[in-house]
């Protein structure tokens, strides 16, 4: 197999164009046009990493400001032949970097609660490997049969030990 590169992209229709390409191929996670588009538009403002293989993206991950000291894995696609294979693992690390980059103390990806749809359970699974722990379920945000599960990572935070809530 060719050499998976993960790239930064910056130009906005080129995000766009990437990461329709991809959800597009994702119609179990990605079926709602409406929800699709938004993440199409919203990912172009957003840093965003690209997975490339021979000059063609294979897979992408957005990063979402959620606060200050927060963001969010936004949107995150690998192309369903490339699954199992590394990249999502390698997309992670990407935003995990720039996220401590931008001084961001917590990280957050929101996803469909286990047990509704057998894709997401292996999205859930895979964000657990990745070192996520269910934080919460918000069983109405988007819709009653979409409970949106709230992982963070267990072990993503810069506090060091001397810090208190106060110097936050």
Request: proline content about 6%; glycine content about 6%; aromatic content about 12%.
């Amino acid at each position: 197999m060719a050499t998976i590169s993960i790239i930064r992209v910056e130009n906005p229709e080129k995000k766009a164009e990437i990461s329709a390409h991809i959800l597009h191929a994702l119609p179990d996670w990605f079926g709602l046009p409406d929800s699709t588009q938004k993440y199409i538009d919203d990912s172009r403002n957003m840093p965003f990493f690209a997975a490339v293989r021979e000059g063609q993206a294979v897979g992408f991950a957005a990063l979402k400001a959620t606060s200050p000291c927060a963001g969010e894995i936004y949107v995150m696609g690998v192309l369903p032949e490339y699954h199992r294979s590394g990249i999502g693992q390698q997309l992670f690390a990407a935003i995990r970097a720039e996220a401590i980059a931008r001084g961001y103390r917590l990280l957050q990806v929101k996803t469909v609660q286990t047990g509704h749809y057998e894709e997401y359970d292996r999205t859930n699974a895979f964000y657990q490997r990745m070192g996520f722990l269910p934080l919460e379920c918000l069983p109405t945000l988007w819709d009653e049969w979409n409970p949106c599960q709230v992982y963070v990572p267990v072990s993503y935070t810069h506090l060091r030990a001397h810090e208190t809530l106060s110097d936050l």
